[in-house]
Protein backbone atom coordinates (compact mmCIF):
# COMPACT_ATOMS: atom_id res chain seq x y z
CA UNK A 1 0.00 0.00 0.00
CA UNK A 2 1.17 3.58 -1.00
CA UNK A 3 1.12 5.97 1.32
CA UNK A 4 2.17 9.73 1.75
CA UNK A 5 6.31 8.94 1.94
CA UNK A 6 5.89 5.21 2.22
CA UNK A 7 4.86 2.09 0.39
CA UNK A 8 4.43 -0.93 2.92
CA UNK A 9 4.76 -4.22 2.15
CA UNK A 10 2.64 -5.89 4.93
CA UNK A 11 -0.34 -8.48 5.13
CA UNK A 12 -3.32 -8.88 6.82
CA UNK A 13 -4.72 -12.35 7.43
CA UNK A 14 -7.86 -13.28 9.54
CA UNK A 15 -11.36 -12.76 9.86
CA UNK A 16 -13.61 -10.42 11.48
CA UNK A 17 -14.67 -12.36 14.52
CA UNK A 18 -11.44 -12.48 15.46
CA UNK A 19 -9.49 -9.69 17.53
CA UNK A 20 -6.51 -8.49 15.71
CA UNK A 21 -3.07 -8.15 16.78
CA UNK A 22 -0.19 -6.25 14.93
CA UNK A 23 2.98 -7.20 15.15
CA UNK A 24 6.26 -4.90 15.10
CA UNK A 25 9.38 -6.61 13.97
CA UNK A 26 12.81 -5.96 15.41
CA UNK A 27 16.07 -4.27 13.60
CA UNK A 28 17.23 -6.54 10.98
CA UNK A 29 13.61 -8.66 10.73
CA UNK A 30 11.06 -8.49 8.28
CA UNK A 31 7.73 -9.39 8.06
CA UNK A 32 8.18 -13.16 8.41
CA UNK A 33 9.78 -12.16 12.04
CA UNK A 34 6.73 -13.66 13.96
CA UNK A 35 5.77 -16.66 11.72
CA UNK A 36 6.43 -19.47 14.22
CA UNK A 37 4.66 -17.70 17.01
CA UNK A 38 1.58 -16.43 14.66
CA UNK A 39 1.25 -20.30 13.17
CA UNK A 40 0.11 -21.32 17.34
CA UNK A 41 -1.91 -18.00 17.16
CA UNK A 42 -3.64 -18.15 13.85
CA UNK A 43 -6.91 -19.75 15.69
CA UNK A 44 -7.72 -17.32 18.13
CA UNK A 45 -6.52 -14.34 16.40
CA UNK A 46 -6.16 -12.39 13.27
CA UNK A 47 -3.18 -10.61 12.82
CA UNK A 48 -1.16 -7.67 10.76
CA UNK A 49 2.75 -7.92 9.92
CA UNK A 50 4.66 -6.00 7.55
CA UNK A 51 8.00 -4.35 6.90
CA UNK A 52 9.38 -1.50 9.09
CA UNK A 53 10.87 0.84 7.08
CA UNK A 54 14.69 0.35 6.43
CA UNK A 55 13.48 -3.45 6.14
CA UNK A 56 12.10 -6.11 3.62
CA UNK A 57 10.11 -4.72 0.69
CA UNK A 58 8.76 -1.29 2.42
CA UNK A 59 10.03 1.42 0.88
CA UNK A 60 10.64 4.78 2.45
CA UNK A 61 9.24 7.69 -0.96
CA UNK A 62 10.72 10.92 1.14
CA UNK A 63 13.77 12.22 2.88
CA UNK A 64 15.85 10.42 5.26
CA UNK A 65 13.18 11.63 8.18
CA UNK A 66 10.36 9.41 7.43
CA UNK A 67 12.58 6.75 8.83
CA UNK A 68 12.39 8.12 12.32
CA UNK A 69 10.44 6.78 14.82
CA UNK A 70 7.63 9.85 15.02
CA UNK A 71 7.31 9.48 11.26
CA UNK A 72 7.24 6.01 11.36
CA UNK A 73 4.51 5.72 13.83
CA UNK A 74 2.11 8.37 12.14
CA UNK A 75 2.60 5.93 9.14
CA UNK A 76 0.78 3.08 10.74
CA UNK A 77 -1.35 4.83 12.28
CA UNK A 78 -2.25 6.34 8.74
CA UNK A 79 -2.18 2.56 7.82
CA UNK A 80 -4.54 1.51 10.13
CA UNK A 81 -6.92 3.53 9.39
CA UNK A 82 -6.75 2.49 5.43
CA UNK A 83 -7.12 -0.63 6.18
CA UNK A 84 -10.11 0.11 8.76
CA UNK A 85 -8.97 -0.96 11.95
CA UNK A 86 -10.32 1.33 14.76
CA UNK A 87 -8.39 -0.89 17.72
CA UNK A 88 -6.37 -3.84 18.22
CA UNK A 89 -3.49 -5.00 20.30
CA UNK A 90 -0.04 -4.54 19.50
CA UNK A 91 3.14 -6.55 19.68
CA UNK A 92 6.51 -5.52 19.63
CA UNK A 93 10.17 -6.92 19.21
CA UNK A 94 12.88 -4.85 20.51
CA UNK A 95 13.11 -1.94 17.98
CA UNK A 96 9.77 -2.69 17.17
CA UNK A 97 8.87 -2.72 20.89
CA UNK A 98 10.85 0.47 21.17
CA UNK A 99 7.85 1.53 18.40
CA UNK A 100 4.97 0.08 19.87
CA UNK A 101 5.80 2.02 23.17
CA UNK A 102 5.75 5.15 21.11
CA UNK A 103 2.73 4.23 19.65
CA UNK A 104 1.09 3.06 23.15
CA UNK A 105 1.88 6.52 24.83
CA UNK A 106 0.88 8.50 21.63
CA UNK A 107 -2.16 6.97 20.58
CA UNK A 108 -3.44 4.99 23.18
CA UNK A 109 -7.09 4.79 21.99
CA UNK A 110 -5.95 2.76 19.40
CA UNK A 111 -4.65 -0.47 21.09
CA UNK A 112 -6.75 -3.11 23.90
CA UNK A 113 -3.52 -4.11 25.52
CA UNK A 114 0.57 -4.16 24.11
CA UNK A 115 2.83 -6.89 24.34
CA UNK A 116 6.60 -5.33 24.36
CA UNK A 117 9.07 -8.01 24.01
CA UNK A 118 12.62 -6.86 25.28
CA UNK A 119 11.65 -3.55 25.17
CA UNK A 120 13.54 0.27 26.23
CA UNK A 121 11.39 3.59 26.50
CA UNK A 122 14.90 5.17 25.15
CA UNK A 123 17.95 6.97 27.15
CA UNK A 124 17.16 9.84 29.94
CA UNK A 125 20.34 11.91 29.49
CA UNK A 126 22.12 14.11 26.40
CA UNK A 127 25.53 12.39 26.74
CA UNK A 128 24.06 9.17 26.83
CA UNK A 129 22.17 9.78 23.71
CA UNK A 130 25.56 10.96 21.79
CA UNK A 131 27.43 8.21 22.62
CA UNK A 132 24.58 5.67 21.52
CA UNK A 133 24.81 7.51 18.40
CA UNK A 134 28.19 7.63 18.17
CA UNK A 135 28.26 3.63 18.35
CA UNK A 136 24.92 2.87 15.94
CA UNK A 137 27.09 5.53 13.64
CA UNK A 138 30.10 2.92 13.57
CA UNK A 139 27.65 0.20 13.62
CA UNK A 140 25.99 1.87 10.19
CA UNK A 141 29.79 2.78 8.75
CA UNK A 142 30.15 -0.80 8.88
CA UNK A 143 26.75 -2.10 7.30
CA UNK A 144 27.70 0.36 4.40
CA UNK A 145 30.89 -1.31 3.55
CA UNK A 146 29.08 -5.09 3.06
CA UNK A 147 29.82 -5.63 -0.54
CA UNK A 148 29.20 -9.66 -0.34
CA UNK A 149 27.26 -12.50 1.46
CA UNK A 150 30.18 -13.42 3.58
CA UNK A 151 30.56 -9.39 4.47
CA UNK A 152 26.87 -9.69 5.66
CA UNK A 153 27.66 -13.60 7.40
CA UNK A 154 30.66 -12.17 9.78
CA UNK A 155 28.51 -8.92 10.23
CA UNK A 156 25.60 -10.91 11.93
CA UNK A 157 28.06 -13.21 13.28
CA UNK A 158 29.15 -10.63 15.54
CA UNK A 159 26.04 -8.70 16.12
CA UNK A 160 24.51 -12.07 17.96
CA UNK A 161 27.91 -12.24 19.68
CA UNK A 162 26.60 -9.57 21.88
CA UNK A 163 25.59 -10.38 25.77
CA UNK A 164 22.40 -9.60 25.05
CA UNK A 165 21.42 -13.26 23.03
CA UNK A 166 22.68 -15.00 25.37
CA UNK A 167 23.14 -18.63 23.73
CA UNK A 168 21.01 -17.57 20.45
CA UNK A 169 24.03 -19.08 18.14
CA UNK A 170 23.41 -22.48 19.89
CA UNK A 171 19.75 -22.69 19.03
CA UNK A 172 19.18 -25.31 15.65
CA UNK A 173 17.75 -22.76 14.17
CA UNK A 174 19.88 -19.97 13.84
CA UNK A 175 21.16 -20.61 10.20
CA UNK A 176 17.90 -20.04 9.19
CA UNK A 177 17.44 -17.13 11.14
CA UNK A 178 20.19 -15.70 9.68
CA UNK A 179 19.66 -16.41 6.55
CA UNK A 180 16.35 -14.09 6.52
CA UNK A 181 18.46 -11.63 7.74
CA UNK A 182 20.41 -12.11 4.80
CA UNK A 183 17.55 -10.45 2.58
CA UNK A 184 17.81 -7.07 3.95
CA UNK A 185 19.33 -4.13 2.46
CA UNK A 186 22.61 -3.16 4.37
CA UNK A 187 22.09 0.32 2.87
CA UNK A 188 19.12 0.51 4.26
CA UNK A 189 19.22 -1.02 7.42
CA UNK A 190 22.20 1.61 7.82
CA UNK A 191 19.37 4.24 7.93
CA UNK A 192 17.36 2.55 10.25
CA UNK A 193 19.73 2.25 12.63
CA UNK A 194 20.23 6.18 12.10
CA UNK A 195 17.40 7.59 11.82
CA UNK A 196 15.16 4.78 14.48
CA UNK A 197 18.46 4.11 16.79
CA UNK A 198 17.75 4.21 20.37
CA UNK A 199 19.58 7.35 20.71
CA UNK A 200 17.80 9.04 18.31
CA UNK A 201 14.55 7.91 19.61
CA UNK A 202 12.54 10.40 22.27
CA UNK A 203 12.97 9.17 25.42
CA UNK A 204 9.68 8.04 26.61
CA UNK A 205 10.42 7.44 30.44
CA UNK A 206 8.40 10.24 31.60
CA UNK A 207 5.59 9.77 29.23
CA UNK A 208 5.56 6.13 30.71
CA UNK A 209 4.30 7.40 34.16
CA UNK A 210 1.06 8.71 32.36
CA UNK A 211 0.22 5.37 30.71
CA UNK A 212 -3.14 3.86 31.35
CA UNK A 213 -2.65 1.15 28.71
CA UNK A 214 -2.09 -2.70 30.07
CA UNK A 215 1.58 -3.49 29.24
CA UNK A 216 3.24 -6.95 29.39
CA UNK A 217 6.88 -6.88 29.14
CA UNK A 218 8.51 -9.87 28.40
CA UNK A 219 12.56 -10.49 28.85
CA UNK A 220 14.92 -13.52 28.60
CA UNK A 221 16.51 -14.65 31.78
CA UNK A 222 19.87 -14.27 29.56
CA UNK A 223 19.29 -10.73 28.81
CA UNK A 224 20.58 -8.79 32.06
CA UNK A 225 20.55 -5.40 30.28
CA UNK A 226 16.96 -5.46 29.19
CA UNK A 227 15.52 -7.19 32.71
CA UNK A 228 17.29 -4.44 34.92
CA UNK A 229 15.28 -1.59 32.30
CA UNK A 230 12.05 -3.44 32.00
CA UNK A 231 11.88 -3.95 35.98
CA UNK A 232 12.45 0.03 36.45
CA UNK A 233 9.53 0.07 33.46
CA UNK A 234 7.28 -1.97 35.80
CA UNK A 235 8.24 0.60 38.72
CA UNK A 236 7.27 3.68 37.25
CA UNK A 237 4.42 2.10 35.29
CA UNK A 238 1.40 1.03 37.42
CA UNK A 239 0.11 -0.52 34.18
CA UNK A 240 2.56 -2.55 33.14
CA UNK A 241 3.55 -6.03 34.87
CA UNK A 242 7.18 -7.71 33.61
CA UNK A 243 7.54 -11.26 32.80
CA UNK A 244 10.82 -13.10 32.33
CA UNK A 245 11.39 -15.63 30.27
CA UNK A 246 13.35 -18.77 31.08
CA UNK A 247 15.47 -20.65 28.24
CA UNK A 248 15.80 -17.05 25.90
CA UNK A 249 17.76 -14.22 25.86
CA UNK A 250 16.98 -11.12 24.10
CA UNK A 251 15.27 -12.85 21.22
CA UNK A 252 12.52 -14.76 23.42
CA UNK A 253 9.95 -15.26 20.26
CA UNK A 254 12.74 -17.18 18.65
CA UNK A 255 14.07 -19.04 21.38
CA UNK A 256 11.53 -20.25 23.45
CA UNK A 257 8.48 -19.91 20.77
CA UNK A 258 6.20 -21.52 22.95
CA UNK A 259 6.37 -19.74 26.11
CA UNK A 260 6.42 -16.41 24.48
CA UNK A 261 2.50 -17.84 22.47
CA UNK A 262 1.63 -19.06 26.23
CA UNK A 263 2.08 -15.57 27.99
CA UNK A 264 0.82 -13.51 24.94
CA UNK A 265 -2.28 -15.91 24.66
CA UNK A 266 -3.14 -15.66 29.05
CA UNK A 267 -2.84 -11.93 28.79
CA UNK A 268 -4.19 -10.80 25.28
CA UNK A 269 -7.59 -13.26 26.91
CA UNK A 270 -7.51 -12.21 30.67
CA UNK A 271 -10.05 -9.90 30.98
CA UNK A 272 -9.01 -6.06 32.12
Known sequence: MILKNYQFHYSLTGTLDKPLILFLHGFMGNINEFDEAIKLLVNDFSYLTLDLPGHGKTKVLGEDEYYTMTNTA???????DELKIVKCFLVG??????????????FPERFHKVVLESASPGLTTVAEQLERIKNDTQIGRKLTRILKKSDYTNFLSNWYNQAIFGYIKNHPEYDRMVEVRLQNNPQELDKSLRFMGTGCQPSLWEKLQCNTILMLLLVGEYDQKFISINTEMAKICEFAQIKIISNAGH?????????F???????LSTAS
Open 93 to 106: YSMGARLALYLTLH
Open 261 to 267: VENIKLF
Open 74 to 80: HALINLL
Open 251 to 259: NIHFENTLA
